[in-house]
């Protein structure tokens, strides 16, 4: 499997390719996006093509055990992540009726 | 299968980036999840597989449609300024990264080398090892993560409680 066969059919490469293009466009949401609910599910696109970039690395190395360990601390801090960026989300909606982030450029009421 | 899967996952990112309407984009963030769950699998980890579906697709997308529903804002917002140089200069910068890193990674000898040599597909991942290796190796970690979510939650309820 070399070059654009790799890609395809699932070499090491074709598994990168995909987590840079889910990166790309996760980074994309993020800049382009002005909801704030848009934007953090950027970040969790964001996350997961670092997850899957991670576990094509430790399948491509005879099915390494530290990485499903790490990607599992990966799953805690996201969904940490997750309950508290939605919880400021609604803190800003309370105060701002918005959750359009350039709407809310200043910390200041 | 690989390349049924890749396209799941990376349309689904697209819809979202594209859609207007901020459940639909969610809907399309589900579907990308469920793409990256197969990708999982064909990487011979059923159990990465599992969790992606309950934790992502379950716990935390479930969330997300929540607070869309609960703050009633599905469109989003016109826009205070139009920003043309800023949305086109990150359009430039991001299509330029992912041309670039794709470029990067289709010609690094060593990648090719690492992709020829663990071809072999190796034993699907068991749940027994990874908990073995998670409470061996790890134990301090695992607490620490539990008392990260702790702490998380307690933070988001008192953020989003109007008088505690």
Redesign the interface.
């Known amino acids: 499997?070399?070059?654009m066969d790799?890609?395809?059919?699932?070499?090491?490469?074709?598994?990168?390719?995909?987590a840079?293009?889910?990166?790309?466009?996760?980074?994309?949401?993020v800049?382009?996006?002005?909801?704030l609910?848009?934007q953090?599910?950027?970040i969790?696109?964001m996350l997961?093509a670092a997850?899957?970039a991670l576990?094509?690395f430790?399948?491509?190395?005879?099915?390494d055990?530290?990485a499903?360990?790490f990607?599992?601390?990966i799953?805690?801090?996201?969904?940490?992540?997750?309950?508290?960026g939605?919880?400021?989300?609604?803190?800003l909606?309370?105060h701002r009726d918005?959750?359009?982030s350039?709407?809310a450029a200043s910390l200041k009421q | 299968m690989f390349i049924t899967f890749a396209l799941i996952t990376l349309l689904g990112a697209l819809g979202m980036l594209l859609q207007k309407n901020v459940i639909v984009a969610g809907l399309c963030m589900v579907a990308t999840f469920f793409g990256v769950a197969g990708l999982f699998v064909l990487l011979a980890n059923p159990v990465a597989a599992a969790l992606q579906l309950i934790v992502y697709s379950g716990a935390i997308m479930v969330l997300v449609l929540f607070v869309i529903m609960m703050l009633n804002s599905h469109e989003e917002e016109k826009a205070l300024a139009r920003r043309p140089i800023q949305r086109w200069g990150s359009v430039i910068l991001v299509a330029a990264l992912a041309f670039g890193a794709v470029r990067l990674v289709q010609s690094s000898p060593g990648l090719k080398a690492l992709g020829v040599s663990g071809a072999a597909m190796p034993p699907a991942m068991s749940l027994q090892t990874v908990g073995a290796t998670l409470f061996a190796d790890h134990l301090l970690g695992f607490e620490v993560a539990g008392l990260l979510l702790l702490a998380a939650m307690i933070g988001a309820v008192a953020l989003t409680k109007r008088n505690l």
């Open positions: 499997m070399t070059g790799a890609i395809l059919h699932g070499g090491l490469q074709g598994y990168l390719v995909v840079l293009l889910l990166f790309a466009l996760g980074l994309a949401t800049l382009l996006r002005r909801t609910l848009m953090f599910m950027g969790e696109l997961n997850n899957v576990l094509a430790a399948r491509f190395r005879g099915g055990t530290q499903m360990v990607y599992l601390f799953i805690a801090v996201a969904a940490c992540e997750a309950a508290v939605l919880a400021l989300v609604i803190g909606y309370r918005t959750t359009d350039d709407r």
